[in-house]
């Protein structure tokens, strides 16, 4: 099925809020690189659970109990297999793709890294993807390397061997798409030189995942980590995928009910994967909205989505490339980039520019984008980003473009 735009309408269908308008115009939403939209599918599965089968889950043998349990495993299975794991006991749920990533700091980090030892982030990093390994390694004694970029936003891959070959890098971890520019990095390819060096492999998934095909199987990451409401599911989801050895490895992160086996006085044995990570009530409601957002992507084909992105994201980049003074960051090629813009129009500033396509109902963010090292190599404060998913048209691009227009005339560009 090819995502054409008598699809897309179709699609639109699925989601209420884009039949609001905003000062009178429809609802143009380009801030999915912050979170999506909702189809009615996962919004009524939240309210199904809490009207028919509301319960807690792994505890009880009452029916509704068993339901909720059913419901939420199920969740883990259609992950599993939407990333192409090796068993369903590699998924862990947390709350997002933060959490997951502070996880594996804390619960990894605190046992494999020590005085000395470096790991490796690249400029493109969310500050998700920084601050818990500044924390690890001011704690540790350990430091941080970054893999540089050029103009474009691409990696500068010749580092890599130089920096792996160092006896003393514990962990690479890189964004596969940055959230700031959009780029996409070979991520099959460094992790293919990061394991002849013996070095393990995060990777921060957050806007690949809901975007492009993700194989953790064919990657061979070590650790993956994503948020389910970058991808039609609820907020309050995220995921961490990790080798079940890894795991079975790793020292718990949450202590408390439902991760553990055996609680004595003064010992406890721990809970089999992936409970052992869970500590405490999950996000049942949450988890379970969730596999319907997987359901409707699936319907959909990822590969479908990617090729949809990628039309709008060459048209807005060749209709925006005419403005005059106007300034796109990352990769000019729209196959190594997602459906991610960031930009600025002369010398508007990014807030004054979103405020201004607010008035013609335009939802875009403007800012650093919780990419602060990335900003500052770009050598700006800020900037506009506009990011596109399954429901966004031509369109849609046509009135953001003429908003761009508008926002022009008024600054007298
Ligand atoms: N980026 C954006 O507007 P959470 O907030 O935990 O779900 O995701 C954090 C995160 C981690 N890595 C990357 C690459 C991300 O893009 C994000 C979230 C949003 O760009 C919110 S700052």
Redesign the pocket.
Known sequence: MQATQIEVNQIRKDFPILLRRINGKPLVYF?N???TQKPSSVITSISEYYTTYNANIHRAVYQIAEEATNAFETTRDKVSSFINAHSREEIIFT???????NLVAYSWGRKNVGRGDTIILSEL?????IVPWQILCQERGAQIKYLTIDQDGNLDLSELESCTSNNNVKLISL?H????IGNIIPIKYIVKIAHSFGIPIFV????SVPHLKTDVTDIDCDFL?F?G??MLGP?GV?VLYAKKKILEEMNPFIGGGDMIKEVHKYETSYNDLPHKFEGGTPNIADVIGFGKALDYLNKIGIENIRRHEIELTKYALEEMSNLKNIQLYGSPDPYQRGGIISFNLGDIHPHDLATILNEEAIAI?SGH???QVLMEKLEVPATS?A?FYIYNTIEEINIFINALHKAMRLFRL
Do not use: F, L, P, Y
């Not at 990093?125 to 993807?129: G, L, T, V």
């Not at 798409?177 to 700031?180: D, H, K, P, R, T």
């Open positions: 801030d690189a912050a979170t709350r997002n793709t933060t959490e997951s990533i990093e969310h500050h998700s993807n964004s798409m940055s959230n700031a921060d998934g957050a806007q980590a948020s409401h970058k907020t995220g963010r984008h919780c990419a980003r990011s």
